[in-house]
């Protein structure tokens, strides 16, 4: 998600929000710097490290109620900084934070205020490999207008085993789309979606 935002900062001026749930802020920049994403040229990509943030409410040993602060600080970034683009990695790391008493009126709920924020959302969802299910609570695949799937899969090369990664499209909202796995490629820091 963050090549994405990435992107469009650089080659389209777009003002982006990186809300990383567990990774330091530097953790990611050298990362992604690794990666040919130096954050020098696409000064709209801004990374909020909601992990110290975490560390500190934590420390005052409250039951903090994330879903509401986290809904409230993108409300006012949005308005300060004007976001075209928030990404959220990711909605496992937030559901360890947030006890939910109605977890599908409540992540409706939270669904609902992401699109009032006019932004395009990428929410990060983390699957085990022998799940079905696209999200923790399941009907997160229902609210959401857009399923983009990153799956691993094991080959048998020769005498070894290679992981490969493939991408699809799962779901898209009011849209008519392949639904086909293609092998995803990355080198030396270039994504390349093969279709043919």
């Not at 696409?42 to 560390?55: E, S």
């Not at 990153?150 to 789309?177: C, P």
């Amino acid at each position: 998600m963050y090549r994405i935002l990435f992107h469009e900062a650089k080659e389209h001026g777009a003002s982006g929000l990186y809300l990383s749930m567990e990774q330091s802020r530097p953790s990611l920049i050298s990362q992604m710097t690794s990666l040919g994403m130096d954050a020098g040229y696409a000064k709209g990509v801004h990374i909020i490290d909601v992990r110290a943030l975490r560390r500190e409410i934590e420390e005052v040993r409250e039951q903090p109620r994330w879903l509401l602060g986290l809904r409230r600080q993108l409300a006012r970034y949005k308005e300060e900084m004007g976001c075209d683009l928030i990404a959220l990695d990711s909605l496992d790391a937030l559901y360890a934070l947030a006890p939910f008493e109605s977890p599908r009126n409540e992540i409706f709920q939270f669904f609902e205020e992401l699109r009032d924020l006019n932004a395009t959302t990428f929410l990060v969802s983390e699957m085990g490999r022998d799940t079905t299910a696209f999200a923790h609570f399941g009907v997160e695949e229902f609210l959401a207008d857009t399923i983009i799937h990153l799956r691993m899969r094991e080959v048998d090369v020769g005498m070894s085993t290679s992981v490969r990664r493939y991408l699809g499209v799962v779901k898209m909202r009011g849209v008519e789309h392949d639904l086909d796995y293609y092998p995803l490629l990355v080198e030396r820091g270039a994504f390349e979606i093969v279709s043919e």
